[in-house]
């Protein structure tokens, strides 16, 4: 689902900023998820689940198994850093929490906020229209 929402499952694929392969990895962290070849789709795949467990373990304050993963896909798409830094700090200012997905998600880049439903939307699609329900 993730590699859907990336890139249509395209191992081609690159976008304006860099980011390439299935799961559109940048040059950088490909390199730090031991991925030599962007394109080559299992590797990259392969990649990209390292680089989401990474993100995963990130956030180990309680919270339900689905915002957990929600944080995680908003990091990948985004960029840990300001989910720490900018997201985290913007949904304790406003909702005096920041552990969860309604607190986060308003301040998040519209782009981010779109890519979090999507990835929902293609594992949907993929289980036969079952919720998620991790």
């Given at each position: ?48 689940i ?9 956030f ?5 198994e689905r ?37 986060i998600?308003?301040?998040l ?26």
């Open positions: 689902a993730q590699g859907m929402t990336e890139s249509g499952l395209d191992p081609s694929a690159c976008s304006g900023v860099g980011a390439c392969g299935v799961m559109q990895l940048m040059p950088g962290t490909a390199l730090a998820m031991g991925l030599v070849d962007r394109f080559d789709a299992s590797e990259s795949i392969r990649a990209g390292a680089y989401d467990r990474r993100l995963w373990d990130v180990t304050d309680p919270r339900p915002d957990r993963l929600a944080f995680t896909f908003a990091s990948y798409n985004w960029g840990i850093g300001n989910v720490l830094r900018k997201a985290q700090p913007c949904a304790r200012a406003r909702f005096g929490a920041d552990r969860l997905w309604d607190h998600e308003p301040c880049p519209d782009e981010t906020r779109a890519y979090v439903p999507r990835i929902w939307r293609w594992q949907q699609r993929f289980s036969g229209n079952r919720p998620w329900s991790g």
